[in-house]
Nanobody
Framework: QVQLAESGGGLVQAGGSLRLSCAAS????????MGWFRQAPGKEREFVAA????????YFADSVKDRFTISRDNAKNTVYLQMNSLKPEDTAVYYC???????????????????WGQGTQVTVSS
């Protein structure tokens, strides 16, 4: 089990950038695949991005591809979501998630993730 804490959310104008961070507790962070999800008001939570435990493999939702990047620093027990060219439709609560992984592959399915952070609000104004 790891505990996750997101930070870095806020209010930004359309076209701007934000970097979210997710700090994880525990000494085995490098054994966890990580993901970012988001939930907009009135909508279901959706997948945004994922990174394998080494960070070599990444995957993005089509809606954020070429605008968002995911990276991780296993020495700092932290995963990042760099969000560029933000749009009003990116407004949501962003959640970090972790799942113990036995192979260096991404996990994109929400119900496979066992550990979740509390979320951080991202608001993009037009």
């Amino acid at each position: 089990q790891v505990q996750l804490a997101e930070s870095g959310g806020g209010l930004v104008q359309a076209g701007g950038s934000l970097r979210l961070s997710c700090a994880a507790s525990g000494r085995t962070f490098g054994n966890y695949a990580m993901g970012w999800f988001r939930q907009a008001p009135g909508k279901e939570r959706e997948f945004v991005a994922a990174a394998s435990w080494s960070g070599i493999r990444t995957y993005f939702a089509d809606s954020v591809k070429d605008r968002f990047t995911i990276s991780r620093d296993n020495a700092k027990n932290t995963v990042y979501l760099q969000m560029n060219s933000l749009k009003p439709e990116d407004t949501a609560v962003y959640y970090c998630a972790a799942v113990r992984s036995w192979s260096d592959y991404v996990v994109t399915t929400e119900n496979e993730y066992a550990n979740w952070g509390q979320g951080t609000q991202v608001t993009v104004s037009s």
